[in-house]
């Protein structure tokens, strides 16, 4: 088994976890590969185990990579798999991990429930920007697995998203801005503005618009192939682009075209786990709560 490791932060509630991934990956004999910095973070506890970095050290013959963290530590975990088609796992070490489902007490159970195979994968879908001229950190980096969200820079104004569903106009967005989301997404961001919780599976999109002040603007679920075009006018002469949690600054009248990405991104969900039994979980569907 040919293991990457990535974190972004080593403190109390990650050390328990990390030594004891450590200790069942050596049980499987694993070849183990950890992301430089965080490697630096454990100290002596790497000593010994060979690193990765955003420009190098993994290809497509590493079989997994454990994200210990919350959602946000898998987010910038796909960012070194791109392409790869590395399977990835999240050891939840944050709050309320749509993504990170791992639990940081049952790391044992979930080597062993990969081990003797008792997963699937999922295989998550990616939206993409273009913007002439402009790629935040290179041109493999212009994609999200969440969302993909244009909203105001440096102002309290409102801004204007013109916006256009394979080169028809749909409408202006009066907001604070636009969201563009992946069914990933749709538990993220989207779902704080209103949007509908999607199906991981499904082939849709969703855009809903941040606190939009034409109040008849709704969050819309379109089809996954549709070629979307952004325009943003505003009070300032620059407005913010995230994918992710990555930021770029774009000129006002800047033509941005989303799409769906041309890969994947693969999810480990073990077989006592599903996406059903999280949402149930994280947002109380079923309970009772009037007691």
């Given amino acids: 088994m040919k293991v990457a490791i990535y974190g972004q932060a080593y403190g109390p509630e990650v050390v328990a976890p990390v030594a004891t991934l450590l200790l069942e990956l050596s049980k499987y004999h694993a070849e183990v590969c950890m992301e430089a910095e965080f490697a630096g973070l454990i100290g002596e506890a790497a000593k010994g185990y060979p690193v990765f970095s955003m420009k190098e050290g993994l290809d497509k013959s590493f079989e997994l990579m454990i994200s210990i963290g919350g959602d946000g530590t898998i987010l910038r975990a796909i960012t070194y798999i791109r392409d790869l088609g590395i399977p990835v796992v999240g050891i939840n070490t944050g709050r309320l991990g ?7 007490e049952e790391v044992g159970e979930m080597l062993r429930e990969f081990a003797e195979g008792r997963y699937h994968l999922v ?4 939206v993409t920007a273009t913007v002439p001229g402009q ?3 290179g041109s493999l980096l212009n994609f999200a697995l969440n969302e993909i969200t244009v909203s105001r820079k440096d102002t309290t104004s409102m801004i204007t998203v013109e916006t256009y569903l394979n080169g028809e106009y749909l409408t202006s967005y009066w907001a604070d801005g636009l969201i563009l989301a992946t069914p990933t997404g749709s538990t993220g961001y989207s779902l704080s503005c209103g949007g509908p919780v999607i199906m991981p599976t499904a082939r849709s999109l969703v855009i809903t618009p941040i606190a939009p002040h034409n109040l008849n603007a709704r969050p819309l679920v379109i089809s996954d192939d ?3 075009s952004l ?4 009070r300032e002469a620059q407005h913010l682009l995230s994918f992710d949690s990555r930021l770029l600054s774009v000129d006002n009248g ?3 075209r ?3 990405a041309d890969f994947c991104i693969r999810m480990v969900e073990f077989s006592s786990e599903s996406f059903l039994k999280t949402i149930r979980n994280k947002l109380l569907w079923g309970e009772d709560r009037r007691n």
């Fill in 226 to 228: 549709t070629q979307i």
């Fill in 98 to 104: 749509f993504l990170s489902i791992g639990k940081k």
């Fill in 254 to 256: 800047t033509e941005i």
């Fill in 258 to 260: 989303v799409q769906k």
């Fill in 135 to 137: 790629v935040p950190g």
């Fill in 123 to 126: 295989e998550r879908s990616l």
């Fill in 231 to 234: 325009r943003v006018s505003g």
